[in-house]
Every structure is written in structure tokens, then in C-alpha cells.
């Protein structure tokens, strides 16, 4: 059984910080790349890092480049998305994803794998 499981999520004020986590497991084959996504009312799904987990390189939309950190740690199965400098206009629900295929896409329907989302609200 397949589990992604997020944390960290909470309300900061503009230019605070959050740490999200995403812990995976039961991956029988494993998996090679993983994603956080963020979606807002009225908005679509969208990437917003990377990170292929066997060399670690990762990707960033350009909203967030700058500001966010995505990293693993390879022993625990776990992702991290470090996020400063917060504006308004991260509030979304933030989940996290997984898939087989080792490179980046910001299209949500190239992941099979994914978490319950955790809600990041950002007030100005």
C-alpha cells in the first residue's frame, strides 16, 4: 500500500517561513522522482519543485525560485519543502507526489503516487 503523508502546513504571516515534510512508503518498485504541488481556489493544479531522488537534482517554477528549497533525506524517505520569504500568494493546499519516471513535470497528471495535501495560508 502506496503512502505519502505531508506535514507542516499551518498560517504565517507574509515573509515567514514553513517547513513542509512528506514521508513515503510502501513503494514495492520504488520511485525516482518526487513533486510538491500547490492548488488555490479557482486555480489548477500546479508544480512547484522537484527532485529526482537518485541524484538529487531538482526544479523550481519560477514563482517560487529563490525562496523555496526542495531536499530529501534518502535514508528516512522523506522530502522537505523549505519555504521563506511567504507571500499571500502561496496560500494553497500543498501535496506532495510521486512517480516512476526520474524527470520533472509540473502537469499533476504525470503522478500516480500522491499525498492528502497539507494547507499553507499566508496573511499579508
Known amino acids: 500500500q502506496v503512502q505519502l503523508v505531508e506535514s507542516g502546513g499551518g498560517s504565517v504571516q507574509a515573509g515567514g517561513s514553513l517547513r513542509l515534510s512528506c514521508a513515503a512508503s510502501g513503494f514495492t518498485y520504488g520511485y525516482n522522482y518526487m513533486a510538491w504541488f500547490r492548488q488555490a481556489p479557482g486555480k489548477e493544479r500546479e508544480g512547484v519543485a522537484g527532485i529526482a531522488t537518485g541524484r538529487g537534482v531538482t526544479t523550481y517554477v519560477d514563482s517560487v525560485k529563490g525562496r523555496f528549497l526542495i531536499s530529501q533525506d534518502k535514508a528516512k524517505n522523506t522530502v522537505y519543502l523549505q519555504m521563506n520569504s511567504l507571500k499571500p500568494e502561496d496560500t494553497a493546499m500543498y501535496y506532495c507526489?510521486?512517480?516512476?519516471?526520474?524527470?520533472?513535470?509540473?502537469?499533476?497528471?504525470?503522478?500516480?503516487?500522491w499525498g492528502q495535501g497539507t494547507q499553507v495560508t499566508v496573511s499579508s
Open positions: 507526489a510521486a512517480k516512476y519516471g526520474p524527470l520533472w513535470s509540473g502537469d499533476f497528471r504525470a503522478f500516480a503516487y
